[in-house]
């Protein structure tokens, strides 16, 4: 396109901002002592728990859910006691039954 052909709009325009510079090129305005321009940052990540926590997290509630489905499917859908479904022996005779023990 010509400037005969242009618009007055499209004169008007003002060019579109400049891609952010690399690295190397902030490194290199840095060491010849020239002004860099500020970072551009879209998005900035803040962990407020750390990841180690978040898998303990994660295993606590795991392990949470499971005892509350045990005790509500031991003792409220089947015949026994809420409170037996977390005993050990309760757990010893069920495996028993399915080994063919009992």
């Given at each position: ?5 242009r618009?007055?709009?499209?004169l ?8 952010p510079?690399?690295r ?6 840095i060491s ?7 970072k551009r940052?879209?998005?900035?990540q ?5 990841i ?11 392990a949470?859910?499971i005892?509350l ?12 006691d809420?409170?037996?479904a ?17």
């Amino acid at each position: 396109m010509n400037n005969e052909n242009r618009t007055e709009l499209q004169l008007n325009k003002k060019e579109s901002p400049a891609a952010p510079i690399t690295r190397a090129e902030r490194r290199r305005l840095i060491s010849e002592g020239k002004a860099v321009p500020p970072k551009r940052t879209l998005w900035v990540q803040i962990r407020i728990l750390p990841i180690w926590l978040r898998i303990l997290l994660v295993a606590g509630l795991f392990a949470g859910a499971i005892a509350l489905g045990v005790t509500i499917g031991y003792g409220y859908m089947g015949d026994g006691d809420p409170s037996d479904a977390l005993k050990k022996e309760t757990w010893v005779h069920i495996l028993d039954i399915m080994n063919g023990k009992e």
